[in-house]
């Protein structure tokens, strides 16, 4: 493209080219990369990735990224400057260059017309909100999880990707481990028998809320911007404990982990094996130490944290008519009987995100719905939001999945949402 924003056709560049021929008088060499050859991906068949967010999770995904040839890491956003700094030298590092950007307002780097996809691993209070920014400045998204804080952020992400037509992948990397997909093949084609009860690992049961810490002193805006670390979430003072806080505006403060940490895994492997990736369960119950939930197809599911076998963390099992199976992060199975498990295929233990990445990637090259795409995501925070209410209220709920609210309950339904702080809206 020319300084004044029109693109060169092919008589003014022959004529250019004319004018200025001395320059071609001597070789001029192109380097194979930049051509594609030697396994080199041309610049042209690359796709260019921003971040926000960038820590330790965000750093391990980012890795996964940068072993794909086909991926150009360019700018990094993060409101702490030891995190932009030490991902720049990651970045940098691996292309040999100093060209790695660094912002601390995330709407600076979604400018940029020449990204093509963010990879969104910030604090949860900033996910959807962030992920939304995204799709409206045109990024396709990847997205770590939980990716809402609520029931009414759940359906504003769905809609927002299908509106605009961008691609999303929700950052539940189980959805691309083979074990989990032969637990799900088990329960869905009929090898345990008709299906009866899911168990998934919450990762937590309680209503814990993100808290209003002491003051601490508010560091200079270059070095952590805690205004925009809280961005959506309600204001409180700056403390270097919320700084760091796993559970900071997880699930919106107001019932804070509960079912959505590890929920938004296992809760979603069993929404997969259920076939109810476009609906929710409309019926939650806390019973003791666990949450109850029933789909209109009579499927039960239990979340619990005890009485697991030895298979991992975010184990699941499913439990048929005639048979069950169970599995975990260590990629084994147990199962009523070893013939379920004859072809079971190979063994990847310990939740790798790279099968998980390069289903992004290649599906913003041909425009594919991801394993894990933006619906998949909604219904299955959907569940975990509507567990996390029914826990808050310690009572039984009843929810309606086409109309999305709970059925003549208005104490629950003030819970699907909650208000956004200025200038943040959705």
């Keep these: ?41 041309a610049p ?24 794909e040839s086909d991926v150009q890491f360019v700018g990094v956003c993060d409101v702490r400057a030891d995190r932009r700094k030490s991902v720049k030298e990651m970045a940098d590092a691996k292309y040999g260059n100093k060209d790695c950007a660094t912002y601390i307002d995330m709407r600076e780097i979604l400018a940029r017309d020449d990204i093509d996809a963010m990879l969104i691993a910030t604090g949860p209070n900033w996910h959807a909100t962030a992920a939304t920014l995204a799709a409206h400045a045109g990024k396709d998204v990847y997205c770590e999880k939980p990716c809402s804080k609520n029931i009414s952020q ?72 805690w205004d925009m670390y809280l961005g959506p979430a309600a204001w409180r003072p700056y403390n270097r404990k919320l700084m760091n806080a796993f559970h900071f505006e997880k699930g919106g403060g107001l019932v804070g982990g509960g079912c959505l940490e590890w929920g938004s895994h296992c809760v979603d492997i069993c929404q997969w094996a259920n076939n109810t990736d476009d609906t929710a369960a409309v019926e ?47 990629a084994e199975f147990e ?13 990847i233990p310990g939740y790798p995100a790279d099968f998980h990445v390069r289903d992004f990637l290649d599906c913003v090259k041909t425009r594919a719905l991801t394993r894990a795409n933006a619906e998949v995501a909604c219904w299955s925070h959907i569940v975990c939001h509507a567990a996390n209410i029914a826990l808050y209220l310690d009572r039984k709920v ?29």
């Design 1 to 41: 493209m020319s300084k004044d924003g029109v693109h060169l056709n092919r008589r003014r560049f022959l004529k250019t080219a004319a004018q200025a021929g001395a320059c071609f008088a001597a070789p001029y060499f192109v380097p194979s990369s930049a051509l594609g050859r030697d396994g080199a991906v």
């Design 44 to 67: 042209s068949e690359r796709i260019v990735l921003g971040g926000i967010g960038i820590g330790n999770r965000g750093r391990y995904v980012l890795s996964c990224f940068l072993e």
């Design 154 to 225: 759940s359906l504003l992400l769905a809609e927002t990707f299908r509106r605009t037509g961008r691609v999303f992948q929700a950052g539940t990397q189980r959805r691309s481990l083979p074990n989990f997909a032969y637990a799900v093949e088990l329960a869905r084609n009929g090898r345990l028998g008709p299906l009866e009860t899911l168990h998934a690992h919450p990762g937590g049961l309680g209503t814990k809320m993100s808290g209003w810490e002491a003051p601490d002193p508010e560091p200079p805006r270059e070095t952590v911007d």
């Design 284 to 330: 939650y119950e806390p019973v003791g130490d666990q949450l109850h939930a029933r789909y209109a197809n009579g499927v039960k599911l239990v979340m619990r944290n005890d009485g697991w076998l030895p298979l991992g963390s975010c184990p699941v099992r499913f439990e048929g008519k005639t048979g069950w199976v169970e599995t975990g992060d260590n």
């Design 335 to 347: 199962a009523s009987t070893p013939k379920l498990l004859a072809r079971r295929g190979k063994k």
């Design 398 to 426: 009843m929810f309606d999945p086409k109309k999305c609210e709970f059925i003549g309950d208005d104490e629950a339904n003030r819970l699907r949402s909650e208000a956004l702080r200025a200038p943040w809206r959705l």
